[in-house]
Every structure is written in structure tokens, then in C-alpha cells.
């Protein structure tokens, strides 16, 4: 069976103890590659790597780290059929979404940050009183730590990887155990670009050994880290006593509040992605649909049935919406909260393990709306992560906003309507880092991403990123003012 590597140093490797875990295919529940169940000591030497390449990296000159990410994205660019095959097969989602969504933004992440850096700038403050000139220096911290989760490999992997570099760090990053592959290519890509060696340094493994290893790691700064709210909390529990800067992108359970006024048609088809995209394996999903009573009726008559038609199979099959879930135990977590259908509400579609006939032993849940009546329930209070939406009806915009924000996560929300006066007061209302107008997923790079509450600390996106992956010093000189 094929073994992934390590890349230390900027040559792969196998772990240092010899361990390996297994890695599974969703769509079929094959086993498809080893990964290096890598432990202390090899982050121990992925961080010797990324100390020793800082002096250099740190001083190179901006134009120079510029033009290497640049190149980096080109190559990913050039080789997107490769990597979207690979992220589709070893996460269970659709080839199309690889091929549209993941893999472009992962190439958009480098070449954005590429160019970002060669704007990025600092203050001076000029103080009269004192004949002195301030200015402030945003200084690269050093060797940091960056870990992703599986939902958006590539893409995620590489929205942290590429401000911290751009901003003169050297990285030790670990994507998660369950999908490897496109992150155990990208360390060939960073070799082609000329990215010096140990700039970049990918470690597999299990979160508790080497993601742990990784956040204790005395040397290393800051770690930026995307998962779960539950870990996050473990992670921050070893970092904060340590003084590390911390940027934790966490759980989500966002509202999608429709009101009678919007453009019912553009919502219905919109509603359907932000429900299920991805198998709603996106922490930006809008997981609780809540519907102005005047259309409830109308909304469930039009969605359901649209609901039903979804098309569920495995990765690399034509005409797909819905892909496999992206592991039998992330399976198994989603069919334990749609078991509360009845007990907490009623199934109105979906709710059941589907039996693909091409790939009887993969991971498939039907997608699946739950009218709820109250949000006082697991159903809307828990992270599902998966193909469920629960729907239930509101009659004022401020019950509305009662419901959308009764629940302990903060990150996105979605309002559809119509009327502007009250999109911008539901909006600045919404305990959340994102809100979408009559829209979903509408992304520009340059914009804080990131939530409240339970679901982080912290932004990531343009230069908040790069904020974040720099050290601000204030630097005051007094002039004489007479020769
Ligand atoms: O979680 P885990 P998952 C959320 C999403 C869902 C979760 C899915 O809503 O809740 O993340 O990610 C490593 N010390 N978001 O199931 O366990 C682990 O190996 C150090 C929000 O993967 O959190 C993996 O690499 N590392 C987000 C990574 O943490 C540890 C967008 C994530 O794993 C560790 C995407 C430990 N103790 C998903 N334990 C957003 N807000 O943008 C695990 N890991």
C-alpha cells in the first residue's frame, strides 16, 4: 500500500518511531494509504528545520517571497485535475466542488497573500510636542504552528500556510489524519517554486500526538488552528498559559432567516447549497432555517421536494450534488442527531444511511429537513456537521433575531429580504463575524473571516491575517529641531 511521507526540511521522510495509520477512500470505505502517525519527535525535527530556515526566509526580500507564492499557485493552478481528483476521493465530496471550489481557492489562497504582502504597511506618528517620529515595525514572530481540519483540505491547509509565510514565519503545519493527500502533494509544489528549504514543513498524524506537540512546542509562536469548538478549547488550555498567539477558527451552526419579502426564487436555490454543500460539512452552513410564517407553507412545498431530488453518490460520478460524508465515525455522528427526529421534531425528508449500489460499503447520509418548534433541542443547539437542516417558522423580525441568536455558536448567518432598512438592522443585530445579504459564500479575500462565541477568537483573511502572523513594535526617535 502507498505510504505518504512527511516534508521536513524540504524532502519527505517517514516518521521517526516507524508508526503509521491507515487512511479510507469515503465513497467506496476502502483503505487507500498509510500516513505517518507522526509524534514528538517528529514535529521536534520539522521545528529544528523551520529555526534553522527563519533567519533567511525572515530577511528575504518582500518581492522575492512574493513571486515564490505567486509561482506557488500557478503550479497548483496548472495541476488542478490531479489535485481536484485527489481532494474529491479522499474527502467523499463531488469532483465538481473539488474542481470549482477547493482547489481554485487554495491557489487563490497563495496568490492573494502573494500580493497582499507587497502592500501591506505600518503606521508612523509624527509628535510635535516632543520633536519625536513614531513608527511601527510588524515583524514576522518566527516558527509558527498551523492546523486544519478535513472538511476543505487544500483550502484550508493553505488559507493559514500562506499569510504566515507571506509574512516572513516559517511553518510546522498538520492537516487532519482524515484527508492527507492534497496536502502531502504540496510540499513537490513548494520544491518547484523554490521555496527554500524548511520554510515549509508538513507533519502527519493524529491531533492528540503531533497536533498536541505542535501547540506545546516551546519554540513555536503562534498557532492558527480550524476545527472543532471542543478542540479548539484543548488547544487554547495548552496555549495561553504558554503566552502563544492564538487564532481559533471553530464550529458553526448558523442561521438562514428568510423573510416573506425576499426574492423567493434566488433563496430556494441558494437555501439549497448553503443546506447541503459539501455534504454541510461547512462550518458556514446554514444549518438552522428559519421562515416567515406568511411563507412557511410555500418554503416547504418548494423545498422539500428539491430536497428529494438532491443527487447522492460517490466522488468521481457524473451529476452528484451530494458526495459521501467524509468518515464512518463522522457517519455515525450525523445519524445519532438525526435519530432525534421524531423525539425532537418531525423528519420531513431524508434522516437515513443510503445504500449506493456501485459502492455499498461507502459513507452516505440523505439529505435531511427536520421541522423543529422550539430551538431549545439538541437538533439546534449542536454542531451536526453534516447533510441536516432543521425548519421552523417566525412572525416578526424580532423573534427572528431571538431564534437565530439562542445558541452557543457565533460565526455566519444568511438573511434573505428584500427591504435594506432591515437587512442592515438584522444584520448588526446577528451575534455572528459574517452576515450574507441575499446571498451565501460570497467571499472576498480581503475581509475578516471569523466568529464569535463559541465559534473562535480571532480573524483570518487579507491583512488581518497578516496582522496576526506579525509582531507590532513601536519604534520612537527625538530629533533635535535646531542645527
Ligand atoms: O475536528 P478537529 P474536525 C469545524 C467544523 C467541525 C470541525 C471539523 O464546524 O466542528 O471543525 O473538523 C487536529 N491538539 N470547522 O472534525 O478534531 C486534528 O488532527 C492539536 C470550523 O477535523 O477539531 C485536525 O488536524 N490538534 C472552521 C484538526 O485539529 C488537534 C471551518 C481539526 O480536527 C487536537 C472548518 C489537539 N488536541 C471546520 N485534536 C471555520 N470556523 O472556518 C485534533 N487536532
Not at 421562515?291 to 451529476?319: D, H, M, R, T
Request: aromatic share 8%; net charge neutral; hydrophobic share 40%.
Amino acid at each position: 500500500m502507498e505510504k505518504l511521507q512527511n516534508f521536513i526540511d524540504g524532502k519527505y521522510c517517514d516518521p521517526i518511531d516507524d508508526q503509521w495509520l491507515d487512511n479510507y477512500v469515503p465513497s467506496t470505505g476502502e483503505r487507500s494509504q498509510q500516513i505517518p502517525a507522526s509524534n514528538v519527535k517528529d514535529v521536534e525535527r520539522a521545528y529544528k528545520a523551520a529555526k534553522k530556515a527563519f533567519p533567511s526566509w525572515s530577511q528575504t526580500p518582500i518581492e522575492t517571497r512574493s513571486s515564490i507564492l505567486i509561482k506557488l499557485a500557478d503550479l497548483i493552478a496548472a495541476d488542478l485535475d490531479k489535485l481536484a481528483k485527489a481532494e474529491a476521493l479522499d474527502n467523499g465530496k463531488p469532483l465538481a466542488l473539488a474542481t470549482k471550489v477547493d482547489i481554485p481557492r487554495a491557489s487563490a489562497n497563495f496568490r492573494f497573500f502573494g500580493n497582499a504582502i507587497t502592500q501591506f504597511a505600518s503606521e508612523a506618528h509624527e509628535n510635535l510636542a516632543s520633536d519625536s517620529i513614531n513608527f511601527t515595525l510588524r515583524q514576522p514572530l518566527g516558527v509558527v504552528g498551523c492546523i486544519s481540519p478535513w472538511n476543505l483540505p487544500l483550502y484550508l491547509f493553505s488559507w493559514k500556510i500562506a499569510p504566515a509565510l507571506a509574512a516572513g514565519n516559517t511553518v510546522v503545519a498538520k492537516p487532519s489524519e482524515i484527508t492527507p493527500v492534497t496536502a502531502a502533494l504540496l510540499g513537490k509544489y513548494c520544491n518547484e517554486a523554490g521555496l527554500p528549504a524548511g520554510v515549509l514543513n508538513i507533519v502527519h498524524g493524529k491531533g492528540p500526538e503531533a497536533g498536541q506537540a505542535i501547540v506545546a512546542h516551546s519554540g513555536i509562536k503562534a498557532i492558527s488552528f480550524t476545527g472543532g469548538t471542543t478542540t479548539g478549547a484543548a488547544i487554547a488550555r495548552t496555549a495561553a498559559p504558554m503566552f502563544k498567539k492564538l487564532s481559533l477558527e471553530l464550529g458553526g451552526k448558523n442561521p438562514n432567516i428568510i423573510f416573506a419579502d425576499c426574492d423567493f426564487e434566488k433563496m430556494l436555490q441558494v437555501s439549497l447549497k448553503s443546506s447541503f454543500a459539501n455534504q454541510g460539512q461547512i462550518c458556514l452552513c446554514g444549518s438552522r432555517i428559519f421562515v416567515q410564517e406568511e411563507i412557511y407553507e410555500k418554503f416547504k412545498a418548494a423545498f422539500i421536494p428539491a430536497v428529494k431530488a438532491l443527487k447522492v453518490g460517490p466522488s468521481l460520478a457524473a451529476g452528484i450534488d451530494l458526495g459521501a460524508v467524509v468518515s464512518k465515525q463522522h457517519m455515525e455522528k450525523i445519524l445519532s442527531y438525526t435519530a432525534l427526529a421524531e423525539s425532537e421534531g418531525k423528519l420531513l425528508c431524508g434522516g437515513q444511511q443510503l445504500q449506493i449500489k456501485e459502492a455499498p460499503n461507502g459513507y452516505y447520509v440523505a439529505p435531511t429537513v427536520i421541522e423543529v418548534g422550539t430551538t431549545r433541542c439538541r437538533l439546534q443547539q449542536e454542531e451536526i456537521f453534516g447533510p441536516v437542516v432543521t425548519i421552523m417558522p417566525f412572525k416578526t423580525e424580532e423573534e427572528a433575531l431571538a431564534l437565530a441568536n439562542d445558541v452557543p455558536y457565533g460565526l455566519s448567518a444568511t438573511v434573505w429580504t428584500s427591504n435594506i432598512d432591515r437587512s442592515i438592522r438584522v444584520s448588526k443585530a446577528l451575534e455572528a463575524g459574517i452576515v450574507w445579504v441575499n446571498t451565501w459564500l460570497n467571499r472576498d479575500l480581503r475581509t475578516p473571516f471569523g466568529g464569535v462565541k463559541a465559534s473562535g477568537v480571532g480573524r483570518e483573511g487579507g491583512f488581518e491575517a497578516l496582522r496576526f502572523f506579525t509582531e507590532p513594535k513601536n519604534i520612537c526617535i527625538q530629533y533635535k529641531t535646531n542645527t
